[in-house]
C-alpha cells in the first residue's frame, strides 16, 4: 500500500467530515487507506462516521488518550509506504497527496515533508515551516523580536520568515497538522512521544527525523486549508501551559544540561508572561463594556460631586467619599452587566432597564451602610444620570463604527455570492432560511461555462468582479460541484477581496469557527441567535441568589425534600458552580443543544413523555433557553421543592 492517512478526532463532527470528503477525493487513483483514530468524542462524529463512512477504518478509543498515543495508535494499524499525520480540521486539493508522495519518491533523503497552509481567511499559516526551538530562538520569540522583524534570519528562526513560502525549502520542523513521512523511518525513530499529550510532539518527531539522517522539506507545490484551533483551541490560559511546558520536555530530551537548563528557565518566564497575557485579553476582551462603565460612571460620580459642592454648598472633603466612589461605580458596572445591557443584540431598551436595575442596587447597598458614611443620595442619582447618557452615546458610536465592520466579531453577512449549480443555492437558501440567516442580496456564478444557468451571473472567472460590483460579503461555495483547487482558490482571494467564505456540503455549511445546518427539529433553528454566554451568567446568578434563600430555611426544607442527604449535596454544588439547579430535560437531550451545566430539576419534570415524544421534549429545552431569566429559575425551584434532592438531570 502506497499511503496511510491517519486523522485523530475529538469532538470536531462537521470539520472531520468535511476534511474527509476533500481526502477521498484527493485518494482517488492512490492505493491509499484512511484510519480514523477518535478520542472518544461525544459530537456523533462516531454515528457519523458509523453511518457514513463505514469503508474508513474507524478506531473509537474509550478515553481522550491525546495527540501522540492516538496517533500512534492508528500507526501501530497502518500498512503503507508513506504515513500521513492529518489534522481533521483540514481541507487537502485533489492533487494534495498525488504531488507530494511524487516529491517524496524523488528525493530518497527526505523523510518528513510537510505543505503550504492557509486558515479558513486566506491567511499564510507560519507553522508551516518552522526552525529548530533552540534557547535563542525561543527567547526572540517570547520577547516579541520574532513578530517585529518577521523575515529576518537572526530574529526570524522560529517561523522561519526569510524563506519564500511559495517556493520549497529544507527545514528543521514540520507541523502536525500536515506531516507526511515513510513508514521506515517511523519504524527507526520509534513513533511519537507519548510524554506529549498534547502539542509539541510533532516538534520532536521532526528532530528525530533529521537525527536518524534524513531532511525535513517544506513543500510549497500544493496548499491546504487548515482552519486552526478548531481541534484545539488556542488562545487559552491552559494552552499556554500546555504549549510551553511540552517545549520543556523537549529541551530536556534534546539539549545539552546546559542548555537545557538555560531554556527551561526562559520557558518558565515566558509560561508566566504568556499566560498573564492571555488572561488580561480574555478578561479585557470579555469585559471591556464593563471596564468602560466602570470608568464611566466613576468619572460622572466624580462631576456629580464636583458640581454638588460648587453649587450646592456640599462639603465632600471627607475621606471615606474618595473610597466609596469607585465602590459605586464597580457596584453599578457588574449590575448594569448581569442585567443584560451588553448581551447581543444591543438593544436601548436593554440598557434603560438595567440602570434602573444598576440604581436600585447600589441605593439598596446605600441604605445598609452605616449612616455616617451616606454623604449624599442626590451625588448618586446624578451620577447615574450623567453615566447613563455617557454610556449611551459610546453604545451608539459602537454601533455606528462596529455593527458594519467586518473585522467586528458582532458581523453578520447579509450580502452574499453563491458558488455552483442551481441545487447547491436552492439548498444553501434553504438552510439559510430556516436558520433565520437572512439575506438583503444573493447572487450567484457557476464554477464553469458548461454548469452556468439562467440567471447565474456568470463563472467564477467574473467573481472578484461579482463582489466588488455587488458589494458581496460573503462567498459561499458548493463543494459537491466545485473541485477543492477551486475552494482554496476562492479562499485565497477572500483575503484580497474582504469576504468571508462557507463551504456548502450535502445539507450543512462550514466556515473558520462557524457550522451552520438545519435541525432535524424546526425549534432547533432558533438556536442560533440566543446569546448562550448572557443565559449563563443569569444562571449562575440564579443558583447563587437561589442558594443564599433556601439556605436559612434549610431545617424545614429536609422534611419536604424527597432525599435530604441530595439535597444538601446539590446546594453544596449548584452554590460552587459544579451543577445548576435547573438544566436541560435529558429525557429530549440533543447533542446539538447548547451546552448549559447539568440540572437538579427541569421545567418539565412532572410532566409524562412517551418514549416516540422525542422532538416534543427538545422543544420544551429549547423553549427554556428561548424564555430563560432569573424569575423562571425562581418560579421552578420554588414549584419542584420537593424534587430538590434529585441525583440531577
Known amino acids: 500500500m502506497q499511503l496511510s492517512i491517519i486523522i485523530v478526532n475529538y469532538n470536531v463532527r462537521f470539520f472531520l467530515e468535511n476534511c474527509l470528503r476533500s481526502v477521498l477525493k484527493a485518494c482517488s487513483g492512490l492505493d491509499a487507506e484512511i484510519i480514523v483514530v477518535d478520542n472518544a468524542s461525544s459530537d456523533q462524529s462516531r454515528s457519523m462516521m458509523e453511518a457514513d463512512y463505514s469503508d474508513i477504518q474507524y478506531h473509537y478509543l474509550a478515553s481522550n488518550l491525546g495527540f501522540s498515543k492516538a496517533n500512534n495508535f492508528g500507526i501501530s494499524k497502518s500498512k503503507g509506504k508513506y504515513i500521513l499525520l492529518l489534522n481533521p480540521d483540514t481541507i487537502v486539493q485533489e492533487n494534495t497527496f498525488s504531488s507530494a508522495l511524487d516529491f517524496m519518491d524523488r528525493h530518497d533523503e527526505a523523510g518528513g515533508l510537510g505543505v503550504h497552509m492557509i486558515d479558513g481567511n486566506g491567511v499564510f499559516l507560519p507553522e508551516s515551516k518552522r526552525g529548530l526551538p533552540t534557547p535563542e530562538a525561543a527567547f526572540y ?372 469557527n462557524t457550522v451552520i445546518k438545519a435541525h432535524r427539529f424546526q425549534a432547533g433553528n432558533k438556536l442560533y441567535h440566543i446569546n448562550l454566554s448572557s443565559i449563563k451568567r443569569l444562571k449562575r446568578l440564579s443558583d447563587v441568589m437561589i442558594s443564599s434563600l433556601l439556605l436559612p430555611i434549610t431545617p424545614i426544607l429536609i422534611f419536604f425534600v424527597d432525599n435530604p442527604g441530595g439535597f444538601i449535596k446539590n446546594w453544596i454544588q449548584s452554590t460552587t458552580g459544579v451543577i445548576s439547579w435547573v438544566g436541560y430535560d435529558i429525557r429530549g437531550f440533543d447533542p446539538e443543544l447548547p451546552p448549559i451545566k447539568k440540572g437538579v430539576i427541569y421545567s418539565s419534570i412532572d410532566t409524562f413523555w412517551p418514549k416516540h415524544e422525542v422532538e416534543s421534549i427538545f422543544n420544551n429545552n429549547v423553549s427554556y433557553l428561548l424564555n430563560h431569566s432569573t424569575l423562571l429559575d425562581f418560579k421552578l425551584v420554588f414549584k419542584n421543592i420537593h424534587h430538590l434532592g434529585n441525583r440531577g438531570a
Not at 511559495?166 to 527545514?171: D, M, P
Not at 492571555?278 to 456629580?304: C, E, K, M, N, P
Not at 455617557?390 to 455593527?403: D, P
Open 141 to 512: 520569540k517570547i520577547s516579541g523580536l520574532s513578530k517585529l522583524f518577521p523575515k529576518s534570519k537572526k530574529f526570524g528562526r522560529y517561523h522561519q520568515g526569510f524563506l519564500d513560502e511559495k517556493r520549497t525549502h529544507e527545514v528543521e520542523i514540520l507541523s502536525g497538522a500536515f506531516m507526511l513521512m515513510r513508514s521506515e523511518v517511523l519504524e527507526k525513530i520509534g513513533g511519537l512521544d507519548e510524554d506529549y499529550f498534547m502539542y509539541g510532539e510533532d516538534i520532536d518527531l521532526s528532530y528525530r527525523i533529521i537525527q536518524a539522517g534524513y531532511k525535513n522539506y517544506y513543500f510549497a507545490g500544493t496548499s491546504i486549508i487548515h482552519y486552526k484551533g478548531e481541534s484545539t483551541k488556542k488562545g487559552s490560559v491552559n494552552y499556554v501551559f500546555v504549549f510551553y511546558r511540552a517545549m520543556v520536555i523537549f529541551a530536556r530530551k534534546h539539549f545539552e544540561k546546559d542548555s537545557a537548563s538555560l531554556f527551561s528557565i526562559i520557558i518558565n518566564v515566558a509560561i508566566y508572561f504568556r499566560a498573564t497575557i492571555a488572561l488580561i485579553r480574555r478578561l479585557v476582551g470579555r469585559y471591556w463594556q464593563v471596564i468602560l462603565d466602570f470608568l464611566t460612571l466613576y468619572l460622572a460620580f466624580l462631576l456629580s460631586t464636583r458640581f454638588y459642592e460648587t453649587y450646592g454648598s456640599k462639603d465632600f472633603s471627607l475621606e471615606f467619599v474618595n473610597w466609596l466612589l469607585p465602590i459605586y461605580a464597580a457596584i453599578m458596572s457588574m449590575a448594569i452587566e448581569f442585567s443584560g445591557a451588553n448581551d447581543k443584540p444591543g438593544k436601548g431598551s436593554n440598557l434603560f432597564r438595567s440602570w434602573l436595575v444598576a440604581i436600585v442596587v447600589v441605593l439598596a447597598f446605600y441604605a445598609l451602610i452605616p449612616e455616617s458614611y451616606r454623604f449624599s443620595r442626590a451625588v448618586l442619582l446624578i451620577g447615574s444620570m450623567v453615566g447613563l447618557g455617557i454610556a449611551l452615546f459610546w453604545r451608539i458610536l459602537r454601533e455606528v463604527f462596529l455593527s458594519r465592520s467586518k473585522k467586528s466579531p458582532d458581523y453578520i453577512p447579509t450580502r452574499r455570492l453563491f458558488v455552483g449549480e442551481l441545487k447547491g443555492l436552492n439548498m444553501a437558501k434553504k438552510i439559510l432560511n430556516l436558520t433565520n440567516h437572512s439575506s438583503e442580496f444573493m447572487a450567484a456564478v457557476s464554477p464553469i461555462e458548461k454548469l452556468r444557468t439562467e440567471g447565474f451571473l456568470g463563472t467564477t472567472n467574473q467573481l472578484s468582479k461579482a463582489v466588488t460590483e455587488f458589494r458581496i460579503e460573503e462567498v459561499i461555495v458548493d463543494s459537491d460541484t466545485c473541485t477543492y483547487q477551486q475552494v482554496l482558490d476562492i479562499i485565497n482571494q477572500s483575503k484580497m477581496l474582504d469576504v468571508k467564505v462557507k463551504i456548502l456540503n450535502k445539507d450543512w455549511m462550514i466556515g473558520p
